[in-house]
């Protein structure tokens, strides 16, 4: 009998795959479920990006095999772009490659920098996708903590204590999703030192940085960071572009070109329309990211809080990003006690925090991605309902 391969025992199906399985179940049977679950934005990306996806897509030369590099149009729009909101200086040529969104850059950085059996620190709560694909690649996991005490930041005393001496790769993720903590400063020359007095190699995931957030801030910011760092960014969240599949990383030169060596055995490029597009939407003003990322997102987020409210749940009001990150009423045995029942009941589908780790088993998530009149309807379901 033919079997799949062993690795696939190591994971289970995202829980998201699974879970919209069962509401989509439910929608077809009438129930209308109200989805705050999933962080892809509603709105569409601005105006002139869709213009010139048009115009490249009339083009009969524009559709072939594009450069895995990406065009010099692409790169030269993302070096601005870090130089323009973070005052980060990169080389378009050598120091950027773009990626078909960070998932796919999760899967290259690991394949270029880790073996079978080295070990990988991941954030716990932390994104699923750093667990999963290292496990797939043979890689161990090693959780690191973050708390609610601590800001949702590393606890370097803590990591300080364990055994680094198989560690390759260490993933960090701020503004942090799923909690909302906050990028700071301090805590990015922390990582660089770290990175530096162990030898190992940080990977910021920086995605969120626009959203709810005056400050943006990276950790190429921090002198030395190229050395031993590499960031991702993305235009999914902070352009309204998730299902283009359009991010990048960066770091120096020989790391980008060990990436380089994997991404071209994989991929062949993307389409060029999406690239001069996306390199259009780089170009996107003050204005717009004012309205689309800030304005928009806190008046979403008001109504967030009451559902927050109205289930309980405690949160800090401090918190960045496209979700809201919530304690649950001790008086629930387990956070699917709560997220269940709102779903079945109210039929408005939310997130468990369990599925970001064992730290997130007592919170709940609840994106913005979705109408402020979705979201108030949410709310007196809910309140009717719990």
């Known amino acids: 009998m033919i079997q799949p391969a062993e690795r696939l025992s190591l994971v289970s199906e995202y829980y998201f795959s699974r879970k919209l399985k069962e509401v989509a179940r439910?929608?077809?049977?009438?129930?209308?479920?109200?989805?705050?679950?999933?962080?892809?934005?509603?709105?569409?990306?601005?105006?002139?990006?869709?213009?010139?996806?048009?115009?490249?897509?009339?083009?009969?030369?524009?559709?072939?095999?594009?450069?895995?590099?990406?065009?010099?149009?692409?790169?030269?729009?993302?070096?601005?772009?870090?130089?323009?909101?973070?005052?980060?200086?990169?080389?378009?040529?050598?120091?950027?490659?773009?990626?078909?969104?960070?998932?796919?850059?999760?899967?290259?950085?690991?394949?270029?920098?880790?073996?079978?059996?080295?070990?990988?620190?991941?954030?716990?709560?932390?994104?699923?996708?750093?667990?999963?694909?290292?496990?797939?690649?043979?890689?161990?996991?090693?959780?690191?903590?973050?708390?609610?005490?601590?800001?949702?930041?590393?606890?370097?005393?803590?990591?300080?204590?364990?055994?680094?001496?198989?560690?390759?790769?260490?993933?960090?993720?701020?503004?942090?999703?799923?909690?909302?903590?906050?990028?700071?400063?301090?805590?990015?020359?922390?990582?660089?030192?770290?990175?530096?007095?162990?030898?190992?190699?940080?990977?910021?995931?920086?995605?969120?940085?626009?959203?709810?957030?005056e400050e943006k801030l990276s950790i190429l910011q921090v002198p030395g960071a190229k050395e031993c760092c590499i960031e991702f960014n993305s235009m999914s969240k902070s352009h309204n572009m998730p299902g283009w599949r359009v991010g990048l990383c960066a770091s120096n030169a020989q790391?980008?070109?060990?990436?380089?060596?994997?991404?071209?055995?994989?991929?062949?490029?993307?389409?060029?329309?999406i690239q001069l597009a996306a390199a259009e939407a780089y170009n996107n003003s003050d204005e717009w990211h004012r309205v689309a990322n800030i304005e928009t997102y806190q008046r979403r987020r008001k109504y967030a809080g009451l559902i927050m409210d109205a289930l309980g749940c405690t949160y800090d009001q401090n918190q960045v990003g496209m979700f809201l990150w919530g304690r649950i009423p001790e008086k629930y045995n387990n956070v699917e006690d709560l997220t269940e029942r709102v779903l079945h009941e109210a039929r408005v589908f939310i997130t468990p925090g369990f599925i970001f780790g064992s730290n997130g088993e007592r919170y709940i998530r609840i994106s913005l991605c979705a109408k402020e009149d979705k979201i108030k309807q949410a709310l007196e379901r809910i309140k009717k309902a719990i």
């Open 255 to 273: 790391f980008i070109q060990w990436i380089l060596k994997v991404q071209s055995n994989i991929e062949s490029g993307t389409f060029r329309g």
């Open 26 to 213: 439910m929608n077809a049977e009438g129930q209308d479920i109200i989805s705050l679950a999933i962080g892809s934005p509603d709105m569409p990306p601005s105006e002139q990006t869709v213009e010139k996806l048009c115009e490249v897509a009339h083009d009969p030369t524009a559709h072939g095999y594009q450069p895995t590099m990406g065009t010099p149009e692409l790169r030269r729009a993302m070096t601005s772009f870090y130089r323009r909101w973070y005052g980060v200086d990169l080389d378009a040529n050598s120091e950027l490659l773009p990626l078909i969104g960070s998932k796919e850059g999760i899967l290259h950085v690991t394949l270029a920098f880790v073996n079978p059996g080295d070990e990988v620190l991941v954030p716990n709560p932390g994104y699923p996708t750093y667990t999963s694909l290292s496990k797939i690649l043979g890689a161990k996991i090693v959780n690191y903590n973050l708390r609610e005490d601590n800001g949702w930041q590393p606890d370097f005393e803590e990591l300080e204590k364990m055994d680094l001496s198989r560690v390759r790769l260490m993933w960090t993720n701020y503004p942090n999703m799923p909690t909302g903590g906050n990028a700071r400063r301090e805590t990015y020359e922390r990582l660089v030192g770290f990175a530096k007095d162990h030898d190992l190699v940080v990977v910021n995931d920086n995605p969120y940085s626009f959203i709810l957030n």
